[in-house]
């Protein structure tokens, strides 16, 4: 099982960054895939980006491309999105989630994620 706390969000205006937070506890040594998804009122939630705590490339979103990066610090349990070139668009509520791999990899498919945190509000003006 694993327990996650997003923290980073806020408003800002377009152009402008956002860098979110995502602790986690597990109670395993497992690896997981974190992701973070975010989802608009009235859309479904949308995969922006994942990493798999084992190592190896993050996989993005085509709409973030180039202007979100997710990282992480093994040592502290964080992953973290840093959200440049802000557009009004990108307005959401930002959830982190993990899943284990599948088949051998991650993905942005959120049905895949088992675990999820309660999320942090990001909005931006234009």
């Known amino acids: 099982q694993v327990q996650l706390v997003e923290s980073g969000g806020g408003s800002v205006q377009a152009r402008g960054s956002l860098r979110l937070s995502c602790a986690y506890s597990k109670y395993t040594s497992s690896n997981y895939c974190m992701g973070w998804f975010r989802q608009a009122p009235g859309q479904e939630r949308e995969g922006v980006a994942v990493?798999?705590?084992?190592?190896?490339?993050?996989i993005y979103a085509d709409s973030v491309k180039g202007r979100f990066t997710i990282s992480q610090d093994n040592a502290k349990n964080t992953v973290y999105l840093e959200l440049n070139s802000l557009r009004p668009e990108d307005t959401a509520m930002y959830y982190c989630?993990?899943?284990?791999?599948?088949?051998?990899?991650?993905?942005?498919?959120?049905?895949?994620?088992?675990?999820w945190g309660q999320g942090t509000q990001v909005t931006v003006s234009s």
């Open positions: 990493i798999y705590t084992g190592g190896g490339s993050p």
């Open positions: 989630a993990a899943s284990p791999l599948y088949r051998g990899s991650c993905t942005l498919w959120a049905a895949r994620f088992a675990y």
